[in-house]
């Protein structure tokens, strides 16, 4: 598994595929990251290293063996602010974990920590979500919060009621609970994730 390692002190988007994170904020910026993975484990590991340091984290995971991703966020400066969206879809009977961790340092005062995770499960996924906040500050907001079912039945029904076919109903709610963000023309494994989708 390859890793990215990278320190940004400016404002920036990034698209990631498969590989293992570690990021270093050092400055006051806004950092937005979208990451598409296929069938992998993972690491995340950011790091808030700036006062006014702010990231937003879209991950999504097709998965189809069994596979643990860890989640890490580390706020280590004042006012600074993270947001991860982790979406997975556990396709066959295996197992999909994620584990995810915020931790709030003491005197990290004014700091926002936020975790929204899903998981759907095809078929009869063994699917696991372990959201985790360690916070020791007083002056910080923070939540957490773990879905792992399936697609509501009645988003299927309305869109089966408008004419489309339950396969590309399917493919319409994947779309639109893994991809968050236009996924760029440059970006190889942007494409790769989406020929991923259509086979479902």
Do not use: W
Request: some cysteine.
């Amino acid at each position: 598994m390859s890793l990215m390692n990278k320190i940004i002190e400016k404002d920036s988007t990034l698209y990631i595929g498969s590989c293992d994170v570690n990021i270093s904020i050092v400055a006051d910026c806004k950092v937005f990251i979208y990451q598409y993975v296929v069938d992998k484990d993972v690491s995340i590991s950011i790091q808030l290293n700036h006062s006014g340091a702010f990231v937003e984290y879209h991950y999504s995971h097709i998965n189809y063996t069994d596979h643990v991703v860890r989640f890490s966020v580390l706020h280590n400066a004042l006012s600074t602010v993270s947001t991860f969206y982790n979406h997975g879809v556990n396709v066959y009977n295996k197992k999909l974990e994620f584990l995810v961790e915020g931790t709030i340092f003491k005197d990290m005062n004014h700091s926002i920590c936020n975790q929204e995770n899903q998981i759907i499960n095809i078929r009869d996924g063994k699917s696991k979500i372990c959201p985790n906040l360690f916070i020791d500050c007083y002056d910080t907001v923070s939540s957490h919060s773990a879905y792992i079912g399936e697609f509501a039945k009645e988003k299927l029904f309305y869109l089966e009621s408008r004419g489309f076919t339950r396969q590309a109903a399917y493919h319409l709610l994947l779309c639109g609970f893994l991809i968050s963000n236009k996924i760029r023309d440059d970006f190889p494994d942007g494409k790769i994730f989406l020929e991923e989708i259509s086979k479902i």
